[in-house]
């Protein structure tokens, strides 16, 4: 009998010691998980509807990785057995990774060209729903110290102060600066508040001695470089 046999439950303690996520993640890494044991490692236990395993099935049956990425607490709700505390859980174990993947390939680099700094962004940034202000903090050698969330919500000249823009720059001594943030939209080009706000922050910076290197707008599938455009 197995899990998927119809009124069957299949609980965590039913399964061998050596056998379950966590020990095994404890003995093997978590590389030698499986999704749904990942899954399972995640959320610890199942609910009124079915055991661990059986959510962690349910969930990758409505989901792939991609989609489960970019899904919201609301959307996961449907899923039976998946309350808000599992549903976050997920989440909050996504967006880690993606950080995490996002800091490794960001830290410690050169910036090279617009394009380097769309490739590391737009995966974190283009299915955002609202607009994200992103600071990447440059040494003088045009060297990656740091990335952070500006603000969120639409950008012009009002809504976000350059001390805002620039604290964290301050702080970390950085010579430099390269804004990025999205379009919930999908259509990268700049519209006339981004142009006035990045015009802005720019006579600001060089009055701290921090050069606004460039300022990258993603999209869904693109990017607009000010810098390219000669904005900047």
Do not use: W
Request: proline share 5%; hydrophobic share 35%; with cysteine.
């Amino acid at each position: 009998m197995t899990d998927d046999t119809p009124g069957y439950r299949l609980e965590m303690k039913d399964v061998p010691l050596h056998q379950r996520p966590r020990e095994r993640l404890l003995s093997h890494g978590a590389e030698s998980l499986s999704n749904a044991e990942l899954i399972c490692a995640i959320v610890g236990s199942g609910g009124r509807n079915g055991g661990v395993f059986q959510l962690a099935g349910k969930i990758l049956s409505e989901y792939s990785l991609p989609r489960l990425s970019n899904a919201s607490v609301r959307e996961l709700n449907k899923i039976p057995g998946l309350s808000n505390a599992k549903a976050c859980s997920i989440l909050s174990a996504i967006e880690l990774g993606r950080r995490a993947a996002c800091e490794m390939n960001v830290e410690g680099n050169t910036v090279e060209s617009p394009d380097h700094i769309a490739k590391l962004m737009i995966p974190r940034m283009r299915n955002l729903k609202k607009e994200f202000l992103r600071g990447i903090y440059l040494d003088a050698k045009k060297r990656m110290i740091g990335n952070d969330i500006i603000s969120i919500g639409c950008l012009n000249t009002n809504s976000v102060h350059p001390r805002e823009v620039f604290s964290t720059a301050v702080r970390d001594s950085a010579a430099g600066m390269i804004l990025v943030h999205n379009h919930p939209s999908g259509d990268p080009s700049p519209s006339d508040d981004d142009v006035k706000f990045t015009k802005k922050l720019i006579k600001s910076g060089k009055l701290l001695g921090i050069e606004i290197v460039d300022h990258v707008i993603i999209g869904r599938n693109g990017y607009v470089s000010f810098r390219e455009m000669g904005i900047i």
